[in-house]
């Protein structure tokens, strides 16, 4: 095995580090310069074509496009009629937005822990964390996996709740021939730069409820109600809010969604060439496959046997960056995620305007505490959890061989020095502040 670049051996790559690259084509650029050509660059025609098809793809009744994936999931708990004294079950293994949601309504996240494998909620915990404050239950897709819905469906039956799925990284992924998004009462999802679909900045929720459909229209437009009209005096329910998405965005959107299909088939053949290149390599597990569907690839992600290996993700990170494939920016960003639960502004029971409501509210009667040890499988999956490259459409052969290149000749050496008694840290301190 040849010595690591990190230790003066030659890197694998020297033309820079994989990075997210968005698609955007011929296609794209004509879409957009045709409603800058219009002048119509706030939400108009574009936006809503864009939601037809959105719907038309899904299979669905409604889709509505907004800002972001962070506001398609308040809308939601919004239009789900969430608010102060109730609870919301949430996964610690996942991005903010998809917790501080709930706080957005003034509404107590309760964390349950996440299966080993997939990381996505598991069922037998979500059942031990309802109680009677429990409204709805937000189940995420992570990184691609479609989440075993039917015992959490079977849960929000039995005990009344609301299903709101987010499926920011997903777009694609299917659970039992069924599209993630279709199966709970609303389903959420992220186009910004990055994902599977991308208008730079955006999101959208989609559902076969009319009721719901109608107050998610609202409150994503200065709670307005949808059958007064789009420029009605009259606001409705929650305070005022704008969460409408540009024309420029939808325009960009109806595009990518014309090439959906293609784009997570490319991203599926890219990860499932990493996976067949690092099958077996000590020390490393490849992305599993559920048995209840088919996942997609937003990021591809490997985790690491701390005892084959002898070092934690730093040590593979630095090790990674000097090989030419890792970009070291990334360890202090959503790409290194930490516990949930362990967020300050959970542990920390951080409120809007420096109070502690909804925490501490007269009207929720319940009592919940945030730190370690709550969710034990999700905080030792942010200590192995390592995520090693977006497997986006545009990369070539010559950049996947590179990513795979360098796991396996840091792995394979991390694993031989390991063996043969020999310490070592690449974390240096100043890496590890930026944690």
């Given at each position: 095995m040849s010595k690591l670049a990190i230790d003066g051996g030659a890197p694998v790559r020297s033309r820079g580090p994989i990075v997210e690259t968005d698609v955007f084509e011929e296609e794209e650029l004509q879409a957009l310069l045709t409603v800058a050509k219009q002048k119509k660059l706030r939400r108009a025609e574009a936006t809503v074509e864009y939601e037809q098809a959105l719907a038309e793809w899904f299979g669905v009744k409604h889709a509505i496009a907004?800002?972001?994936?962070?506001?398609?999931?308040?809308?939601?708990?919004?239009?789900?009629?969430?608010?102060?004294?109730?609870?919301?079950?949430v996964t610690p293994y996942t991005f903010i937005a998809s917790n501080t949601c709930v706080l957005e309504q003034n509404a107590v996240p309760i964390?349950?822990?996440?299966?080993?494998?997939?990381?996505?909620?598991?069922?037998?915990?979500?059942?031990?964390?309802?109680?009677?404050?429990?409204?709805?239950?937000?189940?995420?897709?992570?990184?691609?996996?479609?989440?075993?819905?039917?015992?959490?469906?079977?849960?929000?039956?039995?005990?009344?709740?609301?299903?709101?799925e987010d499926a920011a990284q997903s777009l694609g992924a299917?659970?039992?021939?069924?599209?993630?998004?279709?199966?709970?009462?609303?389903?959420?999802?992220?186009?910004?730069?990055?994902?599977?679909?991308?208008?730079?900045?955006?999101?959208?929720?989609?559902?076969?409820?009319?009721?719901?459909?109608?107050?998610?229209?609202?409150?994503?437009?200065?709670?307005?109600?949808?059958?007064?009209?789009?420029?009605?005096?009259?606001?409705?329910?929650?305070?005022?809010?704008?969460?409408?998405?540009t024309n420029m965005q939808a325009a960009i959107g109806l595009e990518q969604m014309k090439k959906a299909d293609r784009l997570i088939a490319q991203r599926t053949a890219n990860a499932r060439y990493l996976t067949e290149r690092l099958k077996g390599l000590p020390g490393i597990t490849t992305p599993a496959e559920p048995e209840w569907?088919?996942?997609?690839?937003?990021?591809?992600?490997?985790?690491?046997?701390?005892?084959?290996?002898?070092?934690?993700?730093?040590?593979?990170?630095?090790?990674?960056?000097?090989?030419?494939?890792?970009?070291?920016?990334?360890?202090?960003?959503?790409?290194?995620?930490?516990?949930?639960?362990?967020?300050?502004?959970?542990?920390?029971?951080?409120?809007?305007?420096?109070?502690?409501?909804?925490?501490?509210?007269?009207?929720y009667d319940g009592h919940v505490e945030y730190g370690p040890g709550l969710c034990p499988v999700a905080e030792t999956a942010c200590e192995e959890v390592f995520w090693l490259a977006s497997v986006h459409p545009l990369l070539e052969r010559q950049d996947l061989d590179d990513v795979a290149d360098a796991v396996i000749k840091v792995a394979t050496a991390f694993a031989e020095k390991t063996a043969a008694g020999v310490r070592f840290d690449y974390g240096t301190p100043e890496l590890r502040a930026r944690l």
């Open positions: 907004v800002s972001s994936g962070t506001t398609s999931l308040h809308i939601a708990l919004a239009a789900f009629g969430v608010g102060p004294g109730d609870e919301v079950i964390f349950a822990d996440v299966d080993p494998v997939h990381l996505t909620l598991d069922p037998a915990d979500i059942e031990r964390k309802i109680t009677k404050r429990t409204k709805a239950i937000i189940p995420v897709a992570i990184t691609g996996t479609p989440v075993d819905m039917d015992p959490i469906m079977d849960l929000a039956r039995k005990h009344n709740l609301w299903v709101l299917t659970y039992k021939g069924r599209k993630i998004g279709t199966i709970g009462h609303v389903g959420s999802f992220s186009t910004i730069t990055g994902k599977i679909t991308n208008t730079g900045e955006g999101g959208f929720v989609i559902t076969d409820d009319d009721d719901l459909a109608d107050k998610m229209w609202g409150y994503s437009d200065f709670a307005r109600k949808r059958a007064l009209g789009k420029a009605s005096k009259y606001h409705f329910g929650l305070p005022c809010t704008n969460y409408r998405i569907g088919d996942r997609v690839y937003f990021y591809y992600v490997i985790r690491l046997n701390r005892q084959v290996l002898g070092a934690d993700m730093l040590s593979f990170a630095a090790a990674l960056a000097a090989e030419g494939v890792y970009d070291l920016g990334y360890i202090s960003t959503t790409r290194w995620i930490i516990p949930q639960h362990l967020e300050p502004v959970f542990v920390n029971k951080s409120g809007y305007g420096g109070k502690s409501c909804p925490f501490d509210c007269k009207y």
